[in-house]
């Protein structure tokens, strides 16, 4: 019997493990030695339902889309909260930050985004910790944070007006805080709506009692003895908070893919069959990669993506 071909997939989120289920459903079991590392110490959840978490009405238990169980019956070893820190595409070896290290045959590159936050003076309390009270809005341990955190404060702001932060602001108004909500843009959710329609949803959003600031770009975020009491805007007003939630976007994750002399433009720039155009022995899927000069954030694309590359894999 030939011997398997080892695959390894760097990342854990939804894009990679739909990518997962393509290649399974393709016979890949019987094809391929799957280890996939994940930077969170889960199996696969639905990130889509963060949302639903934070307004608890769903339990975090209930957004699991892969247990831990579905990657040991599919024959996969999950490397769970252990991250790859470096790629040896020459050797066909990933370094991990645990010491390990382990060679590929075929790589699948699926790290995801994070969640970008704009330059203001006092949001870092240092290199990788955000002041008091400042949240991102993009991952489990976030929400599990920001849900425990709601309990022993009363007035938050979130900067950004797109769908994200809405459901933000309303999650955080169902634990009993006062909101507002803060955009740069003219008109909330204005990368899916026109004035009009954005005049519309202003209404709505302020009819739950939820105050909205447009047209403010937010310079400053304060802390007084150690504790978040507001930011301040380039007008020169401001609002105070004890709570801030930051939801302005997402940056590709391509540092890894750039250290490893991947091709990357707006992310990591892949072929057709999304695979590198540089290593055929690599392949990307996600939010990470860029086809055709494109960049997708929604489900339906990324399942696509996942079928190709399972195909052409």
């Known amino acids: ?27 890949g079991r019987d094809r391929f030695n799957i280890t996939v590392f994940g930077d969170e110490p889960y199996g696969n959840y639905n990130r889509i339902m963060l949302s639903n978490v934070l307004a608890g009405i769903d339990d975090p238990a209930e957004i699991y889309l892969n247990t831990l169980d579905w990657y040991s019956d ?44 704009p330059p203001m003076t006092g949001l870092w309390a240092d290199d990788k910790t955000l002041a008091d009270g400042v949240f991102g809005f993009r991952t489990l341990d976030d929400t599990a944070t920001m849900i ?30 006062t909101v507002d909500v803060v955009h740069a843009g003219p008109t909330l959710m204005n990368a899916q709506l026109d004035d009009p329609a954005g005049a519309i949803l202003r209404k709505s959003v302020e009819a739950l009692g939820i105050g909205v600031h447009t047209d403010r770009r937010t310079t400053e975020v304060t802390v007084s003895d150690g504790r978040l009491t507001g930011i301040r805007f380039s007008d020169g007003t401001g609002l105070d908070c004890d709570m801030l939630v ?47 000069g494109q960049v997708y954030g929604l489900v339906a694309p990324l399942w696509e993506q996942a079928k190709v590359l399972a195909d052409h894999l």
């Not at 854990?12 to 289920?21: D, F, H, K, Q, V």
């Not at 020459?90 to 699948?108: E, M, N, P, Q």
């Open 74 to 117: 599919n024959g996969i070893e999950l490397r769970a909260g252990v991250r790859v820190v470096r790629i040896e595409s020459f050797a066909h070896l990933v370094h991990a930050d645990d010491g390990t290290s382990l060679r590929y045959d075929k790589l699948i590159l699926a790290t995801g985004s994070r969640s970008f936050f």
């Open 148 to 177: 425990a955190e709601a309990e022993n404060r009363s007035k938050a702001v979130v900067i950004g007006g797109g769908l994200l932060g809405l459901e933000a602001a309303r999650g955080l108004q169902s634990r009993g805080l």
């Open 1 to 27: 019997m030939a011997e398997r071909t080892r695959l390894v997939v760097v990342g854990n989120g939804m894009a990679g493990i739909r990518a997962l289920e393509e290649v399974l459903a393709r016979g």
């Open 246 to 292: 930051i939801a302005t976007g997402i940056r590709p994750n391509v540092g890894l893919a750039q250290r490893a002399g991947l091709t990357v433009e707006r992310a990591i720039v892949t072929d057709d069959h999304m695979r590198s155009i540089d290593d055929d022995d690599v392949y990307v899927v996600g939010e990470c990669a860029q086809r055709r």
